[in-house]
């Protein structure tokens, strides 16, 4: 969505949009993600009455679910887990009513140079605590363990903190970087290493360095305080429940309202989400926010939650600097447009998959480190990862059957939708069993320009206007444009945005 410039009296309506006498809530929502689902629900449990505005036909971002035609399972056909950290996504899930489940014990692998191996489990984003741990070995080779292990001696000043590529490589050597720590960052966050900030994508990595002058040390100390066992959780009937879930509760909420409704000039006012509302005008109206919409609507509440990119250059002429005299002196950030990612799940008659001969998937190197075998950036084989989903498909379709998604797009290059084709042939490839005549069903979901990379500059910009943000009176900002990728930094994020109004 593109954004148009603020409009510029109070009732301004562009020509050929009816006009419509502005509705007054407590609080407007903009975008209809988990960010703004968890934003609104937290205001309504303030007692307050929200309208939530997303632009889509459809909200919950990139969380969504789907079925096979042949197959009456629902599965995630976008994010499919959430980072253990913290505790904010499982108190949410159990305040909703959903059981948080555990992948099954085993382990993810790496694919580099046409060549599977189980990833070290003992790491953060793929950078290994032990350099000469025997599975390291076995994935960078002698050679690159003995630079590798160099990180114990070298002096804390030999290392470059610029972004994650050039810190790993500073450290640990160029075969940790391009086939352990490659596959994973950029197969979580869909861009280059040599682009990613590493406070925001390692937090606490830096000061544990600080403190060790030992990145691998570093990686060790923070795998010792992490929760015991896997490092992500699901939910029973996947992580698209959580969507749900939070959108009836909100529904719900809205009947409540409609029941005994506050009413003012403009009749009764009731929380509710609404979608297809692209927001094209953001003012101050008095000590209110007005919000206006391509198709004429008009919201004005003392408090406004925006949750997407796109609508923040709205905001700037609004937002204070810190020590700054008046409004308007600090920029929207800029992003950079994320990657066009393809999602390709395959239902296949594949009993040779039973035994989980790759563990829960694989994370392909990018190119450089061998991936021209495949184009698949990922692989996860999601019958294997999640017993919940294996136990539903097992019960309609019989033994033998598995699901397996694999993941298409990295940032900066065009991606071409898979074929179910070609995706059998990549899992072939990376599962090492023929699976090319073994597809019963497909789907296909596309997410067109996700997360920007979360770069140095862009951190920094962010930052900036979060700091002005925080100083404009009844505004505040979430999502993970600023809390970051994954569902654990978002839902704690809006969280304590909101508590802030």
Known sequence: MTPLPPLGAPDDVPSGRPAR????????????????????????????????????????????????????????????????RGTAVTDLAEELGLDVVSPAPLSAWGYAAGHAFPLPKAGVLGIPSVPWAPDVRRAIGRPGVARAALDRVLPRFVADTT?????????????????????????????????????????????????????????????????????VRGIDGGIHAIVEALTGEIAASAEEFADSPRTDATGPIHAAV??????????????????????GD?????????????????????????????PGSVPAPTPEAGADIWLATLLLDAP???DAPRGSGLLVA????????????????????????????????????????????????????????????????????DLTDRVRDHLLQRWAGSLPPPTPDYRA???????????????????GWVAGTGLAAIVAHAQAAVAAL
């Open 461 to 479: 910009q962010v930052g900036a206007f979060t700091a002005a943000v925080g100083h404009t009176p009844g505004l505040a900002v979430t999502g």
């Open 274 to 295: 609404r979608v297809g509302q692209q927001v094209d005008g953001v003012e101050r109206v008095g000590a209110d926010w007005q919000v206006t919409t391509t198709v």
């Open 352 to 354: 040779e998959l039973d």
């Open 163 to 231: 972004d994650l590529g050039t810190l790993v490589r500073s450290r640990l050597g160029r075969r940790v970087a391009d086939r352990l720590v490659a596959p994973v960052a950029t197969g979580v966050h869909s861009a280059p290493l040599d682009r990613l900030d590493v406070a925001a994508v390692a937090p606490g990595l830096l000061d544990a360095f600080a403190r060790t002058a030992s990145l691998s040390r570093a990686v060790g100390e923070l795998r010792a305080a992490a929760p015991a066992g896997s490092a």
């Open 21 to 84: 006498p502005p509705e007054h809530v407590d609080a407007v929502v903009v975008g209809g993600g988990i960010g703004g689902l968890v934003a609104a629900r937290t205001l309504v449990h303030r007692g307050l009455q929200v309208v939530l505005l997303e632009a889509s036909d459809r909200v919950g971002g990139p969380v969504r679910g789907g079925a096979f035609g042949s197959l009456p399972v629902r599965l995630d056909l976008g994010a499919e887990s959430f980072a253990a």
């Open 366 to 433: 990018p190119d450089g480190a061998g991936a021209d075998e495949v184009r698949a950036k990922a692989l996860t084989h999601a019958t294997a990862k999640w017993p919940w989903l294996a136990d539903r498909v097992r019960a309609v379709a019989g033994p033998g059957v598995h699901v397996v998604r694999l993941s298409y797009g990295r940032i900066g290059t065009a991606t071409e939708p898979p074929s179910a084709d070609e995706a059998a042939r990549d899992a072939s490839a990376l599962l090492g069993v």
């Open 298 to 326: 008009t919201v004005r509440a003392p408090r406004l939650v925006v949750t997407t990119p796109q609508v923040a250059p709205l905001l700037a002429p609004w937002v204070t600097a810190p020590g700054a005299v008046g």
